[in-house]
Structures are given as C-alpha cells and as structure tokens.
C-alpha cells in the first residue's frame, strides 16, 4: 500500500491513495477539512464499520443501518496522541439477533479490524453497542 500527501496551502495538504482517491485535511483548527487526527478516528470507525456489516450479512441479519459514534480522548501535551478511543455501535435492522450483532462487533474490535487492532497498541479501546428496530 502506498500514499503521497501534498501540500496544497497553508496547512492544507491533499492526501492520494494508491487506488487514486482523494482526501483534503486541514491541521489550522480544521477549517476547511477535516483534520489529520480525525480521519485516524474515522478510520477506526469505517474499518470496523465494514467488519460488522461484513459479519451480519454473512449471518443472514436484515441490517437497514448501521453507525458508528466515536469519542476519543487526547493527551494534554504534545505529542498529542489518542489515550482512549470508544466506539459505539448503533445496527438497525429488522429481527436482529442481539447475539449475532455481539458477536460481530467483538469480532471486529479483537480479530478483523486492523485501524482498531493497530491503534489498540498505544491507547485503550473500548467499544459498545445498540440495537435499534428498523
């Protein structure tokens, strides 16, 4: 896997992906995108996002929705790393088997989902997780 980011203005940077897709991140205060440490945040939610739906669809479960909230916590000092990572799992869908979607999302957080399993390795994740009637 391969990227280049390049800088674009100020502290605008345009990141390009091997695949040829583009993303525009902002380290001033994310003014006009998103900042570098967000996407490592949306990252975990969208690796593990495809995990879950991955899972329940394999499973048979009638999934109409599914969200991922995330909180995250920061050290107070430079460098400012993540400390501590949640991520709330909200699956919508009809008849859903409470069992199947724990068992997706624990297999998510501690075998498949490798932005989680990564940054597992310098600060504490926790995850939950709702189900909520299509």
């Known amino acids: ?60 479960q009638q999934v109409s929705d599914c ?14 790393v993540f400390t501590h990572i949640h991520l709330e799992f909200v699956v919508s869908g009809t008849d859903l088997s409470e069992k199947h979607v724990a068992r997706a999302v624990q297999l998510s957080m501690d075998k498949y989902c490798s932005v989680s399993l990564m940054l597992g390795k310098a600060c504490e994740i926790s995850h939950s997780y709702r189900i909520e009637a299509a």
């Open 67 to 80: 969200k991922v909230n995330l909180e995250a916590q920061r050290a107070d000092s430079t460098p400012r």
């Open 1 to 60: 896997m391969k990227a280049t980011v390049s800088w674009s203005k100020e502290l605008q940077f345009i990141g390009e992906s091997s695949s040829g897709h583009q993303i525009l991140m902002d380290g001033d205060g994310a003014k006009a995108a998103a900042s570098p440490m967000e996407y490592v945040l949306m990252a975990a939610g969208g690796c593990s996002s495809v995990d879950v739906i991955s899972i329940l669809s394999k499973a048979r």
